[in-house]
Structure formats: structure tokens, C-alpha cells
């Protein structure tokens, strides 16, 4: 059950990094989110690892800013070589205050603002990739204004669904994101983008899904990419130097879930390419990909303290803890599954089966159905295991509550890398209503 660097110390308490974590709560409170840097470290170079096997091959790993997006994390992927993936203006501009290169950044969205593609051209960006005629609108009259081009891809559906939940579905032909290959909005998009002067049209990019346990759905989404190059090849003497397969690829929340290792996918989308762009006669493309809950998701770890605790005879105990959908929304959301570790008394013998539930205003606001973890009692210090992902970044202000801290812990030390919010930050951009007439 543990992951990367937790360990169980002689006291009994699970540690991360070398660091208590009944340390970590007692400095910084809860709750609490706290990365295991050296596995995020491991993640990247496995990524690396795994494209070395192909010498000749041009290749760059995206890290996904929606999974986890703060000042450190993103100075932690620089550090990483890993490229940047940003979806909006905020994460743009997190990057710039990280001091994150801009020409290893790539620009996603389905509804880029002008101010956010003007930021964008502003500061250099290295590759937008659009997503909509609208998007080509805009940016062939900000790139004229300027008299300078900018790198995109386009964006297409291949349609091909990744067998995972269904909000999380991108890459299927009944998709709010991209160009559809079935419906020729894609071949439309690509005669417009070689005929512009400003926008230097390198490749397209697709995403098939997230949480993806098999290798199957990206093999299909390029076999069928490559009929449509082909096609182009022909007709429109296009050349595709990029694609970006998006990423998607699968991690362990618990027990029923059963990723590949890094190596399987990689080694899978690249030997297809290779395979494609032999048959097709192609010069083999650079391979983007787009790895962001793969890095993330299981270096973080979320921590609680149990306040009540209730029990109906005969149906369920429910233990409650001082967290919820507040910081982590995936299981209201998704029906996300988690496992979970008493971090005081990581070394006991699971005695009880119980429900975790938040201290939200709302009946669904369930983190764990049936956990199973050793007699309890209010003070103990929940571990709830791999929230790396999609924590922080869905974390909001229901019912006012502040958003955690989040700390990085290696080699035996913790950082603080965002600031827990107080009552005072809730309340800083409200504005007072006067009941005196206006005129």
C-alpha cells in the first residue's frame, strides 16, 4: 500500500521522505498535503529512461500543470527537464513567476481569451495548441498586429475512447475539445493553418483520456492519425514533424487499479509511430506526450486529524475527519477511490471498517466508503494515500473553509511551498454592501 519513499518508523508512524508525519501536522497543521519529492524525481526519470532506448528519437515530456500547479512545483519540473503544459492564464502566469523557460511551454484550452493568447504571445510562449477555428481567428489577427509568428498544433479527436469514467473523456468524436478527423473539421483546420503567414504549423496533438490502463487506446488513436497524414501527405504535401499523444497514463489510487509501468507506454506509442511512419514512408515525427498525474499523483499524500466519530448498528461507523471535498473533490466528483493509512499508528492491525466522511454541509461528502484501518479515536492522523493530483488544484472555499498547506518533504526535511490560507485570506477580495441610497 505504501508508495515511493512512506516507510513506517519505530514509533509506528508512517514517514515520508525521512519525515514523521506526525511531525509534519504538528508544524504545520491539517489538513495537510505533503509531496514526496524523490518520487516525483523517480517519475521523470523513468520517462527519461524509457525514451533512451531510442537514440534518434526527438522527444519531449509535458508536465501537466492542472494536476498540481504552485511556484515550487514548477521550478521542480524545470529542474526535471521536463517541458510545461498550461491550460490557462493563472497557470501561464505561474510559470513566468516560477522563472519556467517560455519556449518549453505548450498553451491548451478549448476557450483561450484573447488576453490569455495576447499574455501568451506576450511572453514568448513556445507552442499553442489550438483547439478551434475561432482560436486560428484570433490568433492570425494577434500575430498579424505583432508581424510575428508563433508555433501551434492542432488539435484533433481521433476518436478513440479510453476505456475510463466518462467525464474524463477527451478524445472521443462527441468532445468539446479539437478538430474532429471523422467530420473533416481537422483537414479544414489544417488547409487554413498552411496557408496562414504567421502561425508555423509543426503537427497536431490528440488526448485520448486519463487514468488509462492499457497501451490498446493509444496504438488505435495513431493508426488512425496516420490515415489522415497519409491523406494530407498526398493531397496537401503537409509534414508532420510533432505529435503529441497527451498522456492519460494510469496510477495505483488502491488495490483495483493495475497501471503498466512507464516503459509500456512509451515503448508502445513509440514503436507504433516508428512502425506507421515506415509504412506510410514518413520521416518518424518528434513524440510529445503530456505526463501530469503520472508524476504527481502518488508522491502526495493528504493528511487529517479524526474529530467524531458516529456509529449506526448494523449499517456503518462513520469517522469524520477535519478535510473533505473542500481538498479533494475527486470522490464527489468522480466516485474516486482512495485507501488510507492511520499515519500515528501506521504500524497497528486493522480492526474496524469505516467510513470516512469530510466535515462539508453535504450528505455526499464521503472521502473512503468502507476503510479499513486499526481502532481509532479522535487525535489520530489520517494518511490518505495518493492525492498528489487534482488535490490542490480542484481545493475550494466551500462553506469558507481555507486551503490547506502543502509542504515538500526529501532526505528528511520539509518546505513549505504554499502558505496555509486563514480566515483573513476568505475574505480579502469580498466587498461591504451599504444600505445607504445611491445616486
Known amino acids: 500500500m505504501l508508495r515511493g519513499t512512506q516507510r513506517v518508523n519505530e514509533k509506528g508512524h508512517l514517514t515520508i521522505g525521512g519525515v514523521d508525519t506526525v511531525d509534519l501536522v504538528k508544524q504545520y497543521g491539517s489538513p495537510l498535503y505533503v509531496y514526496d519529492v524523490q518520487h516525483i524525481r523517480d517519475q521523470a526519470k523513468a520517462f527519461q529512461s524509457a525514451f533512451s532506448k531510442y537514440p534518434s528519437l526527438t522527444w519531449h515530456a509535458a508536465y501537466a500543470s492542472k494536476a498540481f500547479s504552485s511556484i515550487a512545483m514548477v521550478q521542480l519540473a524545470n529542474d526535471l527537464g521536463l517541458s510545461l503544459d498550461v491550460v490557462s492564464g493563472g497557470e501561464l502566469f505561474t510559470a513566468m513567476k516560477a522563472g ?11 476557450n483561450k481569451t484573447i488576453d490569455e493568447l495576447d499574455y501568451a ?10 483547439d478551434n477555428f475561432y482560436e486560428i481567428e484570433c490568433l492570425e489577427y494577434l500575430c498579424k498586429e505583432r508581424q510575428k509568428p508563433v508555433n ?3 488539435r484533433i479527436t481521433p476518436g478513440v475512447e479510453a476505456h475510463t469514467h466518462d467525464y474524463i473523456m477527451t478524445g472521443q468524436e462527441d468532445s468539446k475539445f479539437g478538430f474532429s478527423l ?10 487554413q493553418v498552411m496557408n496562414s503567414t504567421y502561425l508555423q504549423f509543426r503537427g497536431l496533438h490528440c488526448h485520448i483520456g486519463s487514468q488509462i490502463f492499457d497501451t490498446e487506446g493509444f ?18 504535401d503537409f509534414s508532420c514533424e510533432v505529435l503529441n499523444v497527451g498522456g492519460g497514463f494510469g496510477i495505483k489510487y488502491n488495490n483495483d487499479d493495475q497501471p503498466l509501468p512507464i516503459s509500456t507506454y512509451i515503448d508502445a ?8 511512419s515506415d509504412a506510410h514512408q514518413m520521416p518518424i515525427p518528434e513524440i510529445w506526450i503530456e505526463p501530469g498525474r503520472v508524476i504527481v499523483g502518488e508522491a502526495g499524500t493528504t493528511l487529517y486529524k479524526l474529530g467524531s466519530s458516529k456509529t449506526i448498528p448494523g449499517i456503518r461507523k462513520y469517522v469524520s475527519v477535519d478535510g473533505g471535498m473542500a481538498d479533494n473533490l475527486r470522490p464527489a466528483l468522480y466516485q474516486a477511490k482512495y485507501e488510507a493509512v492511520l499515519a500515528n499508528k501506521a504500524s497497528a492491525k486493522d480492526t474496524e471498517v469505516v467510513t470516512i466522511a469530510g466535515k462539508c454541509c453535504e450528505s455526499g461528502d464521503i472521502l473512503i466508503h468502507d476503510a479499513k484501518i486499526p481502532k481509532s479515536e479522535s487525535g489520530d492522523i489520517l ?3 495518493c492525492t498528489g493530483a487534482y488535490g490542490y488544484s480542484m481545493a475550494n472555499h466551500y462553506n469558507r473553509l481555507p486551503k490547506p498547506a502543502v509542504v515538500f518533504v526529501e532526505n528528511g526535511e520539509s518546505k513549505l511551498v504554499i502558505q496555509r490560507e486563514t480566515y483573513e485570506d476568505l475574505i480579502r477580495f469580498d466587498c461591504s454592501y451599504s444600505q445607504e441610497p445611491t445616486h
Not at 519556467?100 to 505548450?106: V, Y
Not at 471523422?182 to 488547409?191: D, F, M, P, R, S
Not at 506509442?269 to 506507421?276: K, L, N, S
Open 152 to 154: 501551434i498544433l492542432l
Open 100 to 110: 519556467f523557460p517560455a519556449k518549453s511551454i505548450q498553451f491548451h484550452g478549448n
Open 182 to 191: 471523422v467530420n473533416g473539421a481537422a483537414e479544414e483546420a489544417v488547409k
Open 383 to 385: 494518511a490518505v494515500l
Open 219 to 236: 496504438k488505435l488513436a495513431i493508426n488512425n492519425i496516420y490515415k489522415y497524414l497519409s491523406k494530407w501527405k498526398k493531397e496537401l
Open 269 to 276: 506509442i513509440v514503436t507504433t509511430v516508428m512502425a506507421e
Open 121 to 130: 504571445l506576450n511572453v514568448n510562449i513556445g507552442t499553442i495548441i489550438v
